[in-house]
């Protein structure tokens, strides 16, 4: 059965090891860290993957690491992490442990019927893209994607799983890890492990951007809202239910789809902002959207126009789940295609610098 997902490109703006206000990192880089992340991995079960005690950091959502696929060529890794979840949006997944530590093929909860101890929970992709110092998380109906998870998870595990044999780890008071090097005698510096991520989009330096900012009249926003409950959202949704709604007929009284129509005038550089903020929070096709009302016409450009992404459609072999290898695979064979988009956008960033 063929599945069709989508790819999302991050830039990696952070990654290593940082003293304080410094930008270079002393080791760590990307391919390091994975590396390292990778060695780790194969010592481990996978119920050892998740870095966090969950009798200690009750509020870290659980994540372990399923599978890993790593291309000697070209340096490219392949993640898939297990997402520990419980909510009912979509179907849900366990993955049984054996008392050995290792797992088995993961099955739909309605489909479940062993006794052994599972994991459940739905698989998130990662492709970890070291060569463009780039990462791109893959998503299909039944995986999730969450940044914010997938850098905490990187943090936790170099910080309290992965050991650094020519480093020494200090906790705070306050519960930081520190890194110092004691072997290194004119280093006299506490370092901290950093991963962060930020939304790849188009460059303010685009020709498409420019021109699009010249004629923004309005910013769109569309959000899904509750007319019942506290909405504790950012923005203007959590103000909605403040607002009698008239002629609430639908069969779901709940919630409203809402549009708010914004004058401004935003610069590419406020545009990359928003494009960045939208891809993060919102999926393509949704009603939850951004866009920007033109001047001279009726229609909406929708922010997604300009996010960097990708999509694709592969058959499932018959699983629900994908392994990191045969995932993989089907993005080797695309590879050039998908990323000659960003190393285009990166030409058009150095010759619009060197101008």
């Known amino acids: ?158 910080n309290l799983r992965v050991d650094l044999p020519e480093a020494k780890k200090i906790t705070t008071e306050k519960e930081f890890v520190k890194i110092e090097f004691p072997a290194d005698k004119d280093d006299n510096y506490r370092y901290s492990f950093q991963f962060d991520l930020s939304m790849k989009s188009l460059a303010t330096s685009s020709v498409e951007m420019k021109e699009l900012a010249k004629k923004v009249t309005h910013i769109i926003k569309r959000e899904t809202v509750s007319i019942k409950a506290v909405d504790k959202r950012r923005g203007f949704a959590k103000f909605f239910q403040r607002f009698e709604v008239p002629y609430t007929s639908a069969e779901n009284n709940s919630s409203r789809q809402v549009e708010l129509r914004i004058e401004s005038k935003p610069t590419p550089a406020e545009i990359k902002s928003i494009i960045e903020a939208y891809a993060e929070d919102h999926e393509p096709g949704s009603w939850e959207r951004t866009g920007f009302a033109v001047e001279g016409t009726n229609s909406i450009v929708w922010a997604s126009k300009y996010r960097l992404t990708q999509n694709m459609s592969l058959d499932d072999g018959g699983s629900d789940i994908f392994g990191a290898q045969e995932l993989y695979n089907y993005i080797l064979a695309n590879r050039d295609v998908y990323l000659e988009p960003i190393r285009k956008d990166e030409r058009q960033q150095q010759e619009a610098a060197n101008a």
């Open 1 to 158: 059965m063929l599945k069709s997902g989508y790819i999302n490109f991050f830039n990696v703006d952070k990654c290593g090891l940082y003293r304080m206000f410094s930008d270079e990192p002393k080791h760590l880089r990307l391919a390091e860290t994975f590396s390292k992340l990778s060695a780790w991995k194969q010592e481990r079960n996978f119920e050892a993957t998740n870095p966090w005690d969950a009798r200690k950091y009750r509020n870290k959502t659980p994540c372990y690491w399923h599978e890993v696929h790593f291309n000697k060529v070209n340096g490219d890794y392949l993640l898939v992490l297990w997402k520990g979840d419980s909510d009912r949006h979509g179907p849900l997944y366990g993955i049984t442990i054996n008392p050995d530590g290792t797992t088995e093929k993961a099955i739909k909860q309605t489909e479940s019927n062993s006794n052994k101890p599972m994991v459940w929970g739905r698989p998130c992709y990662y492709w970890v893209i070291p060569e463009l110092n780039m990462i791109a998380s893959i998503k299909f109906d039944n995986s999730r994607t969450d940044s914010k998870m997938f850098q905490e998870w990187v943090t936790g595990c170099i």
